[in-house]
């Protein structure tokens, strides 16, 4: 199957334009598969634009619904919701078909970032599935806490998609966790990351990836706009579960 991995750079002064820039970079992308795009993509880290798109979640998630079936791959996206007086940091699966098949309220909120001031967590890790896969969503912070993929790991995933917004200057911590995670989880880890909009004096830190269940890159980004595609295959991850049994060897007497 194959995984699009879209990163971009966000603009928090026209908020307008980066949707129709996603909008613009879907067209480009071969039909087929799972297209990815970074945290926040749409208001970025402005608190004014984050509560304006809460208010019109609805509207985004028809419009990449229409993309979805309009490119017959699906989407994988967040955006800020605002339900019942509360704002979440929502991470979005819509099919092929048009269909939410899953949502994932952010579990850990960053609060560097001033998350916790705008956002409410999240309270549930759980999978779902999608043709012959076990799916399962994080958002960027997350990644720092191996609990919660070990609990997606737990309920059987056997791929983990990560939304994320990481700055260049700690972007190094965000490979190696990332390469960690997939390894100890022994599944394909997916993470795609905004995209700084210079080349020289970056501020994100992009390398959005593709990494495979023993720890290689199927696919790798720069740290500017980039759109980058690569194949997964679920028979890899049963190879590689097979050949070292990390399941049966854990000590549940001990942890």
């Not at 896969?133 to 059987?156: A, H, M, V």
């Amino acid at each position: 199957m194959k995984v699009h991995l879209i990163q971009i750079s966000v603009n928090e002064k026209d908020t307008e334009g980066n949707l129709s820039k996603a909008v613009e970079k879907f067209k480009n992308i071969e039909s087929g598969g799972i297209a990815v795009l970074p945290e926040m993509f749409i208001p970025g880290y402005d608190k004014t634009n984050m509560e304006f798109w809460a208010d019109k979640w609805r509207e985004v998630v028809m419009e990449f619904s229409g993309i979805a079936k309009n490119i017959f791959s699906s989407v994988v996206f967040t955006t800020p919701v605002k339900e019942k007086g509360k704002i979440y940091n929502r991470s979005l699966f819509i099919d092929e078909d048009g269909k939410v098949l899953s949502i994932y309220d952010k579990v850990h909120l960053f609060r560097l970032m001033d998350e916790d001031k705008i956002f409410d967590q999240g309270n549930e890790l759980k999978t779902f599935d999608y043709k012959e896969w076990k799916i399962g969503l994080n958002t960027c912070y997350d990644i720092r806490f191996p609990e919660s993929q070990r609990k997606l790991w737990s309920k059987g995933a056997n791929l983990i998609i990560v939304p994320a917004t990481w700055p260049y200057e700690r972007v190094d911590a965000m490979i190696k966790l990332s390469y960690a995670r997939a390894i100890e989880n022994q599944c394909y880890f997916v993470i795609v990351n905004r995209a700084s909009h210079m080349e020289l004096n970056p501020n994100y830190g992009g390398n959005s990836m593709i990494i495979a269940p023993d720890g290689a890159l199927v696919a790798g980004c720069n740290h500017t706009e980039e759109v980058i595609s690569g194949e997964i295959d679920i028979s890899e991850v049963e190879k590689y579960r097979k050949l070292i049994d990390c399941k049966s060897d854990r000590r549940i007497d001990l942890y």
